[in-house]
């Protein structure tokens, strides 16, 4: 059965950081990239970082470059999302979904969402 379980997230005020974690199984990792997506209240789902796991290649939202660094823990089968300079517009539920590659269209896989929160 496919897996992935997003943890990490909560209440920060703006200027501080979250790590969020998507720890996946079921799957064959190196296979896959792993993406993270958010959605916040009346707005519209927005990719976020992607990562492949193959050759780690990576890619930002220009909302978040600078700000965020996505890695990838291959041996833990594990995905971590280093959010720095957090903002109120962050505030989001973030999910991880896997898919062949970052370029996808559509995504097969997602976890359940972590909340995060950044009080101005």
């Known amino acids: 059965e496919v897996q992935l379980v997003e943890s990490g997230g909560g209440l920060v005020q703006a200027g501080g950081s979250l790590r969020l974690s998507c720890a996946a199984s079921?799957?064959?990792?190196?296979?896959?990239?792993i993406g993270w997506f958010r959605q916040a209240p009346g707005k519209e789902h927005e990719g976020v970082v992607c990562i492949s796991s193959s050759d780690e290649h990576t890619w930002y939202a220009d909302s978040v470059k600078s700000r965020f660094t996505v890695s990838s823990d291959n041996a833990k089968n594990t995905v971590y999302l280093q959010m720095n300079s957090l903002k109120p517009e962050d505030t989001a539920i973030y999910y991880c979904?896997?898919?062949?590659?970052?370029?996808?269209?559509?995504?097969?896989?997602w976890g359940q969402g972590t909340q995060v929160t950044v009080s101005s």
């Open positions: 079921g799957f064959t990792f190196d296979d896959y990239a």
């Open positions: 979904a896997a898919e062949l590659q970052c370029i996808a269209t559509s995504w097969t896989y």
